[in-house]
């Protein structure tokens, strides 16, 4: 208790005696409706053969209820806990909040000053000095009251306990806590230190709640002291089971009572590129649904992720597509790597093909006569890769797909995303995969990922935070794609994006360049999903725009002017 503090109830004038044990208590020497209180000193022995005197019952008189609501109020102030808690109902409740109040709330000492009384209600007001450090204290005042009761197995006078006696806004399962509150406040930027706001990204909104809720811990910042209600935690148990049951059971804020001090942003950078972001989002404005996505395919990460609406589902990171003929990029490596297919080696593509059951055909029915595979791909012929499904084991996609291109294992991106689905299918389902239809399920990010991997050559894990921060594990592809592969399937890409389904729309964009088409029939759809993929330098975009057609003229046009501002 600080230098010049005096515990003191002011009320009904009251005088302490103190007996031999050292045990205070209060005889009482008002009048009003205290007049007629007995005296709780004990009075001498009576005869032996006196009988047991009754049980009171009934309510508590007015000067019971004043004189226990006195007696409580002076051992709590006094810190002797266990001498209130014997004055409550409920013993072991009343002392793990008491407790809870002086440890958690770190509430060094009370003053409590009676107030009115209202029938078996006695109001107070509560002056709390709470002292987190040697440099940071407060003092808490508020108002409150307490209800006496009679015990019925007893007859004794006592406080029904519950929170509110505590403080008034406390409830069952809550305690109050000094502490600094939760994270700190982030700052988030893009690569370069500029700050991503909501306001000005509404598209990145989710991503930002979820990195800051991720990272802030990691961040050069400092959390705020304050004086709050909890729910959860240690259930009001005190500090040291709170510290225990940290890991399984989380705090969260109920209602803050008071600021100590504030804390210190900290600032959280993420791979993106504000200006390309702008450039992104801008391309899908007008556009009922779509979403792009653009790495950096030497290092992996992520520069823009665009998304219409702005503030809906986040499709470029989570969402679950059948990718279309973007797919034959992952089938073309795994072809060519069986020895299946080669660029310049000849390759059917014959109007229709029966698997399985089915018959598939291409757009338009159309047909390659004495062709190469380097032309099946640049037309995006169906019929080339289903053809070879007699030759392909059930599983053989679904391996290729995480060995060489890192698909269907669990990415640490640095926010939640799917990260791709390969299933294992059979008969015309595994034939139908072969073009990304069946059962494939992609986004923009994993394909945008494909298009990175092929200009690289080497999977890369995508990520919107740097590993650097938390040191987590990136995901690596098993085998990853040989140079003989990779070069093949960069010149596939060339021959697409410069005279093949992907020409039109990537004859704006200069430099290396590489690109894949795709149109993903969906049921209950009038049209296909438009998919485009392609890279430039060192820059891969993917991109969907749901129901439009075909991908070269509804996604390319995106993907290029993507490719274009980077």
Same mark, same amino acid.
């Given at each position: 208790?600080?230098?010049?503090?005096?515990? !003191?109830?002011?009320?009904?004038?009251?005088?302490?005696?103190?007996?031999?044990?050292?045990?205070?208590?209060?005889?009482?020497?008002?009048?009003?409706?205290?007049?007629? +209180?007995?005296?709780?000193?004990?009075?001498?022995?009576?005869?032996?053969?006196?009988?047991?005197?009754?049980?009171?019952?009934?309510?508590?008189?007015?000067?019971?209820?004043?004189?226990?609501?006195?007696?409580?109020?002076?051992?709590?102030?006094?810190?002797?806990?266990?001498?209130?808690?014997?004055?409550?109902?409920?013993?072991?409740?009343?002392?793990?909040?008491?407790?809870?109040?002086?440890?958690?709330?770190?509430?060094?000492?009370?003053?409590?000053?009676?107030?009115?009384?209202?029938?078996?209600?006695?109001?107070?007001?509560?002056?709390?000095?709470?002292?987190?450090?040697?440099?940071?204290?407060?003092?808490?005042?508020?108002?409150?009251?307490?209800?006496?009761?009679?015990?019925?197995?007893?007859?004794? /006078?006592?406080?029904?306990?519950?929170?509110?006696?505590?403080? /008034? %806004? *406390?409830?069952?399962?809550?305690?109050?806590?000094?502490?600094?509150?939760?994270?700190?406040?982030?700052?988030?930027?893009?690569?370069?230190?500029?700050?991503?706001?909501?306001?000005?990204?509404?598209?990145?909104?989710?991503?930002?709640?979820?990195?800051?809720?991720?990272?802030?811990?990691?961040?050069?910042?400092?959390?705020?002291?304050?004086?709050?209600?909890?729910?959860?935690?240690?259930?009001?148990?005190?500090?040291?089971?709170?510290?225990?049951?940290?890991?399984?059971?989380?705090?969260?804020?109920?209602?803050?009572?008071?600021?100590?001090?504030?804390?210190?942003?900290?600032?959280?950078?993420?791979?993106?590129?504000?200006?390309?972001?702008?450039?992104?989002?801008?391309?899908?404005?007008? %556009?009922?649904?779509?979403?792009?996505? @653009?790495?950096?395919?030497?290092?992996?990460?992520?520069?823009?992720?665009?998304?219409?609406?702005?503030?809906?589902?986040?499709?470029?990171?989570?969402?679950?597509?059948?990718?279309?003929?973007?797919?034959?990029?992952?089938?073309?490596?795994? *072809?060519?790597?069986?020895?299946?297919?080669?660029?310049?080696?000849?390759?059917?593509?014959?109007?229709?093909?029966?698997?399985?059951?089915?018959?598939?055909?291409?757009?338009?029915?159309?047909?390659?006569?004495?062709?190469?595979? @380097?032309?099946?791909?640049?037309?995006?012929?169906?019929?080339?890769?289903?053809?070879?499904?007699?030759?392909?084991?059930?599983?053989?996609?679904?391996?290729? !797909?995480?060995?060489?291109?890192?698909?269907?294992?669990?990415?640490?991106?640095?926010?939640?995303?799917?990260?791709?689905?390969?299933?294992?299918?059979?008969?015309?389902?595994?034939?139908?995969?072969?073009?990304?239809?069946?059962?494939?399920?992609?986004?923009?990010?994993?394909?945008?990922?494909?298009?990175?991997?092929?200009?690289?050559?080497?999977?890369?894990?995508?990520?919107?935070?740097?590993?650097?921060?938390?040191?987590?594990?990136? !995901?690596?592809?098993?085998?990853?794609?040989? !140079?003989?592969?990779? +070069?093949?399937?960069?010149?596939?890409?060339?021959?697409?994006?410069?005279?093949?389904?992907?020409?039109?729309?990537?004859?704006?964009?200069?430099?290396?360049?590489?690109?894949?088409?795709?149109?993903?029939?969906?049921?209950?759809?009038?049209?296909?999903?438009?998919?485009?993929?392609?890279?430039?330098?060192?820059?891969?975009?993917?991109?969907?725009?749901?129901?439009?057609?075909?991908?070269?003229?509804?996604?390319?046009?995106?993907?290029?002017?993507?490719?274009?501002?980077?």
């Amino acid at each position: 208790m600080r230098d010049g503090q005096r515990m !003191a109830l002011i009320g009904a004038a009251c005088a302490v005696v103190v007996g031999a044990a050292g045990v205070g208590a209060y005889a009482l020497v008002s009048g009003g409706d205290d007049a007629g +209180a007995q005296s709780r000193t004990a009075g001498s022995a009576g005869p032996a053969e006196k009988k047991p005197e009754a049980v009171p019952t009934g309510p508590p008189s007015a000067a019971e209820v004043r004189t226990t609501a006195r007696e409580f109020l002076a051992a709590w102030q006094s810190g002797d806990l266990a001498a209130a808690s014997s004055l409550t109902d409920d013993k072991k409740a009343a002392a793990t909040a008491l407790k809870s109040f002086r440890n958690d709330a770190k509430a060094e000492s009370v003053t409590l000053t009676e107030g009115t009384r209202q029938d078996d209600e006695v109001r107070y007001e509560v002056s709390a000095a709470i002292r987190y450090d040697e440099e940071l204290d407060t003092t808490l005042d508020y108002n409150t009251s307490l209800t006496v009761v009679r015990d019925t197995r007893t007859g004794r /006078p006592v406080v029904k306990w519950q929170p509110t006696v505590v403080h /008034p %806004k *406390l409830k069952a399962g809550q305690r109050i806590v000094t502490d600094a509150a939760g994270d700190p406040e982030v700052t988030t930027v893009d690569r370069n230190g500029t700050e991503l706001t909501k306001e000005e990204f509404p598209e990145l909104g989710a991503i930002l709640d979820d990195v800051r809720k991720r990272y802030a811990d990691k961040t050069d910042g400092t959390a705020g002291v304050e004086t709050r209600i909890v729910t959860g935690g240690a259930d009001a148990e005190g500090a040291e089971a709170a510290e225990a049951k940290k890991e399984d059971k989380e705090d969260k804020d109920v209602a803050t009572l008071s600021v100590l001090s504030k804390g210190t942003p900290g600032e959280l950078r993420t791979t993106l590129d504000a200006k390309l972001q702008k450039a992104a989002q801008r391309q899908l404005a007008g %556009k009922a649904k779509g979403s792009a996505v @653009a790495i950096r395919p030497s290092t992996g990460e992520i520069l823009a992720v665009a998304n219409t609406p702005a503030t809906g589902f986040n499709s470029a990171l989570r969402g679950s597509l059948a990718p279309g003929s973007t797919w034959k990029v992952v089938t073309s490596g795994m *072809l060519i790597d069986k020895g299946l297919a080669k660029s310049a080696a000849q390759h059917p593509c014959p109007k229709y093909f029966t698997y399985g059951g089915w018959r598939f055909q291409n757009l338009d029915k159309f047909e390659i006569k004495g062709g190469t595979f @380097a032309q099946s791909f640049a037309a995006s012929c169906n019929t080339a890769f289903i053809s070879q499904a007699p030759d392909l084991k059930n599983d053989d996609l679904t391996a290729y !797909a995480r060995d060489a291109f890192g698909l269907g294992l669990d990415w640490q991106v640095g926010t939640g995303t799917f990260d791709g689905a390969v299933p294992v299918q059979s008969d015309a389902q595994m034939a139908a995969s072969l073009i990304g239809q069946g059962a494939v399920r992609m986004n923009p990010l994993t394909m945008a990922s494909v298009a990175a991997t092929v200009k690289d050559g080497t999977f890369r894990q995508p990520v919107i935070v740097p590993q650097s921060l938390d040191n987590r594990t990136l !995901a690596r592809a098993p085998r990853g794609l040989s !140079a003989t592969t990779a +070069a093949e399937l960069r010149a596939l890409m060339k021959q697409t994006a410069v005279g093949g389904t992907a020409a039109e729309a990537m004859a704006p964009v200069g430099g290396d360049k590489g690109a894949k088409t795709g149109s993903a029939e969906v049921d209950g759809q009038d049209k296909p999903n438009a998919w485009f993929i392609a890279y430039k330098d060192d820059l891969a975009v993917g991109a969907v725009i749901p129901n439009s057609g075909h991908g070269g003229k509804n996604a390319g046009p995106v993907v290029a002017a993507i490719l274009n501002a980077g």
